[in-house]
Each structure stands twice: as C-alpha cells, then as structure tokens.
C-alpha cells in the first residue's frame, strides 16, 4: 500500500501564494487520478484539483485561473501552486490518488491558513 504525505501548508497573507507537495512511497505511475481536495472541519470534503496520469486536469470553478496542479512521476510527486490566495482558501488539504479497480489513498493532510 503506498502512502501519501503533504508538506507545504503554513500560514500566508491574502493575496499570497503557497506551493503544497505530496510525496508518495512508491511509484505514482499506476494511478491514473491524483490530485488534491479539501476539508474545513465539520463540513464535507471538496475536489480542488485532479491530474490523470495522461495530463489531463480538472479544478473547481474557485480556484480556476488561480491554482495549477502538476505531476512529477520520476520524483513520486504531485504539486499544488496555489496563488492569489483568499481567506476562504483557508482548510486543510488532503493529497489523493487513486488506481483502476481499487480505492482511494489519502494522504494525512496539511493546514492551509490564509489571512485577511
């Protein structure tokens, strides 16, 4: 079983940017989704960005022009460059991937804090 481990998160001004990292311990190469969600707590988790393993990307129509998620499968990572940052970006944001015929992994997630 691979896990999955973010870094990058910490507390950044409104108008700010922030690039998270997630880390895999083994290839990435069998997923076909990676990508990145978040969660403020007490309330659902939500899709902010995904990545197939041919390129193709998806966000939410919030972050749409502002985040850019990016793959690296030599090095085991998956990015998130997050700019033009707003207090309501603030949450936790899990890394996720996931495989053909099998379910998710989540990563443990890493606190995004955006001031105003």
């Known amino acids: 079983q691979v896990q999955l481990v973010e870094s990058g998160g910490g507390l950044v001004q409104a108008g700010g940017s922030l690039r998270l990292s997630c880390t895999a311990s083994r290839s990435i190469f069998s997923f076909n989704r990676m990508g990145w969600y978040r969660q403020t707590p007490g309330k659902q988790r939500e899709l902010v960005a995904i990545i197939t393993s041919g390129g193709s990307t998806n966000y939410a129509d919030s972050v749409k022009g502002r985040f850019t998620i990016s793959r690296d499968n030599a090095e085991r990572k998956v990015y998130l460059q997050m700019s033009s940052l707003k207090p309501e970006d603030t949450d936790v944001y899990y890394c996720?991937?996931?495989?053909?015929?099998?379910?998710?992994?989540w990563g443990q997630g890493t606190q995004v804090t955006v001031s105003s």
């Open positions: 996720y991937a996931e495989r053909v015929g099998y379910g998710p992994v």
